[in-house]
């Protein structure tokens, strides 16, 4: 009955929903448990129909540059829901320790270019950081 009544109670704050069904890109790692803390970050990126293999063939090379600290935790792809739309997960300490990954993978012969073929790709993006609650097999 709790349940039942938790329900009913959510549903008045409940403004929308929207559900996809993701398939993993096959060059990325698979999500694995994690030792933490660490934060998340959930890249969205929605890109122009009929630009997902070119994306995916630019990330293919691109995420050799983000492999050193163990940050690339996933990419998935929207195979149900709104198409065309990319996550990309990435785990990092701190917001310091984000900032910093992120400008060596700028220093990094190759990365720019790899970003370069992307852009024009994109019609949004997003980025949120998420802190894992104390049941999630991502610490």
């Known amino acids: 009955q709790e349940y039942l ?13 929207r559900n996809q069904l993701l398939l993993e890109f096959s060059f990325w790692n698979e999500p694995l448990p994690r030792q933490g803390p660490n934060i998340y970050e959930l ?17 293919a090379r691109a995420i050799k540059y983000r492999q050193e600290n163990q940050e690339a935790v996933g990419g998935f792809f ?7 739309v990319v996550h990309h997960l990435w785990a990092y300490r701190d ?4 900032e910093e990954t992120r400008n ?6 190759g990365w720019d270019e ?6 024009p790709l994109i019609r949004s993006m997003e980025s949120r950081i998420m802190i894992p609650l ?3 097999p991502l610490q």
């Open 5 to 17: 009544d938790f329900r009913k109670e959510r549903s008045r704050m409940l403004l929308s929903r």
């Open 43 to 59: 890249r969205t990126y929605k890109l122009k129909p009929g630009t997902m293999i070119e994306w995916g063939n630019n990330w």
């Open 78 to 84: 929207s195979q149900i829901g709104e198409l065309y």
């Open 95 to 98: 917001l310091q320790s984000r």
């Open 104 to 109: 060596a993978a700028w220093r990094k012969r």
């Open 114 to 119: 790899n970003v370069y073929y992307t852009v």
């Open 134 to 136: 104390k049941i999630s």
